[in-house]
């Protein structure tokens, strides 16, 4: 059975910082890229992160591009995201999904397998 979990999120203070981590099982980790999504009350749930488990390879949006890193433990199957220097506007429910690579990854949101997310509140 495939899953994805995502945890790890919290309530915080804008300018802090939190790691969510997503722990794969089920499936074959070095075979896909794995990538962060959010969804804000009201608004289209739509990529933040992205990593290639097969080299590595990282790609982020626009918005969170130097405050957002993620990272990959592959012995672990697990996925990190380091949020630092958090806005009110990163709050939302933060999930992990699978795809064949990063760039098909980032362009839909239409997905194999959505697993629970976690959700992460920034107050101002």
């Known amino acids: 059975e495939v899953q994805l979990q995502a945890f790890g999120g919290g309530l915080v203070q804008a300018g802090g910082s939190l790691r969510l981590s997503c722990a794969a099982s089920?499936?074959?980790?070095?075979?896909?890229?794995i990538g962060w999504f959010r969804q804000a009350p009201g608004k289209k749930r739509e990529g933040v992160s992205c990593i290639s488990s097969s080299d590595a390879s990282t790609y982020y949006a626009g918005s969170v591009k130097g405050r957002f890193t993620i990272s990959s433990d592959n012995a672990k199957n697990t996925v990190y995201l380091q949020m630092n220097s958090l806005k009110p506007e990163d709050t939302a429910v933060y999930y992990c999904?699978?795809?064949?690579?990063?760039?098909?990854?980032?362009?839909?949101?239409?997905?194999?397998?959505w697993g629970k997310g976690t959700q992460v509140t920034v107050s101002s």
């Open positions: 089920g499936f074959t980790f070095d075979d896909y890229a």
């Open positions: 999904a699978r795809d064949s690579d990063c760039i098909a990854t980032m362009i839909s949101t239409d997905k194999d397998f």
